[in-house]
């Protein structure tokens, strides 16, 4: 009775406070201003957060080695002579050593396209330190958007909100626009109980939409991710594409706060769980629960060969954007 009414209690100063914020909650994460600043950020950058480990398959003619033979650049192999070959490409030199006709091909070269899954579930719309999850998120991505529109590649995304949201890579400043603008909507806090896609539902739909030889950015908690999922997602998603993680934490769910009680959410019952603080043995708990699941959970990545980095809301952006082969942030400062 006493956590029942506890909970009562607590969930109803939440909803009460929302209430009273709602022209805030309501806002988009980033105002004009703060994406122009921004912009000018992600392209004053002394690296390019964008690295390809894999050939193209998108169709767009550009500098990156595709998986295309044709007419480019750089000879690939001699085949067959094939009724229809372009004369100006036969092998003269080796018809002269073997009487028989060759083809040269080439390979050719297109220009990838960049993809970014972004969270914004319910639990990215939450933080406890300086900034939402979400918006740090949404920060990131807006700054691989920009150096992908500076280097003419196509962008787009796919942005878990109730429902996936799929927003086709083009090319353009208008493109570029309608993309950051869905990146920084506003993401009041949803419902313990809101429908919400799975993060690896999500991830499968890659496998049938998205080209391959694409820049594939994860930004998320990655909370609903479990072992299994990973181990048989990730290394598909690492032989297409060229794969880079950002998880994106709050301080309070690496370790649990010093005093006072408070709610989380239950994913088994879909109801608000109170805590008390005062449980040391509880804190001992959860923070040997989360420190493992972390260490899979990078282990997993680390084995398919995709980078991974964990940042949290008190993190500034700049070290989150650092290369991969830096040190990432501590998730428990």
Known sequence: MMLQSVTKMLTQSIRRL??????????????????????????????????????????????????????????????????????????WRLYARTGELY??????????????????RAAM???????????????????????SQQQGLAVGGMLLNQT??????????????????TLVAASPPLPFDSEQPELVDS?????????????LLLVSDFADLDRDDVLKLLPQLAER???????????VEARLPSHGDFLINNADTAQALAISARDELLHT????????????????FSQCGIPFKTCTTENELHSCLKPYDLEPPDVDS
């Open 241 to 251: 594409y060229t794969v880079q993680a950002i998880q994106i934490l709050d301080a």
């Open 285 to 300: 708990l959860y923070a040997d629960t989360f420190s493992e699941r972390q260490a899979q959970l990078a282990s997993s």
């Open 203 to 215: 991830l499968r739909l890659l496998l049938q939409r998205l080209p391959a030889g694409s820049f």
């Open 164 to 181: 996936p949201d799929w927003i086709e890579p083009a090319v353009g400043e208008n493109a570029l626009q309608n993309l950051l603008q």
């Open 103 to 120: 083809t040269r091909v080439f390979t050719e070269e297109r220009r990838p396209q960049v993809f970014m899954v972004v969270d914004r």
């Open 125 to 147: 719309r939450f933080a406890t330190r300086r900034q939402l999850k979400v918006t740090l998120a949404a920060k990131i991505a807006a700054c691989y958007a920009w150096q």
């Open 18 to 91: 929302v209430a009273e914020t709602t022209p805030a909650v309501q806002a988009p994460l980033l105002d004009e201003h703060g994406l122009q600043e921004l912009a000018l950020y992600a392209r004053s950058l002394p690296w390019s957060l964008l690295t390809f480990r894999h050939m193209a398959s998108h169709p767009l003619i550009g500098e990156t080695p595709s998986v295309y033979r044709g007419r480019g650049l750089e000879f690939q192999d001699n085949r067959a002579y094939q009724p229809g070959d372009e004369p100006r490409l036969l092998n």
